[in-house]
């Protein structure tokens, strides 16, 4: 069965990091494209980052410059590294894998989630 499980999640003040991991299991998506997409209340789930199979990274305008999204193929696991956060970056992170290389900023194009973590970021 796959499974992705997020982690990392939690309050932080503004200008505060934090760090998301996604654990995936149940198969290797060495070979597929990994995202993180966030929620808010009363918002569309909006595209945050993704990497491909190779590495290639693209960021949202919006956290550019202060996100890094990696992944540890060994582990397979990705993460989310996020810096000097906003209170608008409050949401719920979750992660998602698409069959298949590239990375999309849509989110009908992924094929597995994550229940997602919340992130809180008190101003």
């Known amino acids: 069965q796959v499974q992705l499980v997020e982690s990392g999640g939690g309050v932080v003040q503004a200008g505060g990091s934090l760090r998301l991991s996604c654990a995936a299991s149940g198969r290797t998506f060495n070979s597929y494209a990994m995202c993180w997409f966030r929620q808010a209340p009363g918002k569309e789930r909006e595209f945050v980052a993704t990497i491909s199979w190779n590495y290639e990274r693209n960021y949202a305008y919006s956290v550019k410059g202060r996100t890094t999204i990696s992944r540890d193929k060994a582990k397979n696991t990705v993460y989310l590294e996020m810096n000097s956060l906003k209170p608008e970056d409050t949401a719920v992170y979750y992660c998602?894998?698409?069959?298949?290389?590239?990375?999309?900023?849509?989110?009908?194009?992924?094929?597995?989630w994550g229940q997602g973590t919340q992130v809180t970021v008190s101003s």
């Open positions: 998602a894998a698409r069959v298949g290389a590239g990375g999309s900023r849509t989110p009908a194009d992924y094929d597995y």
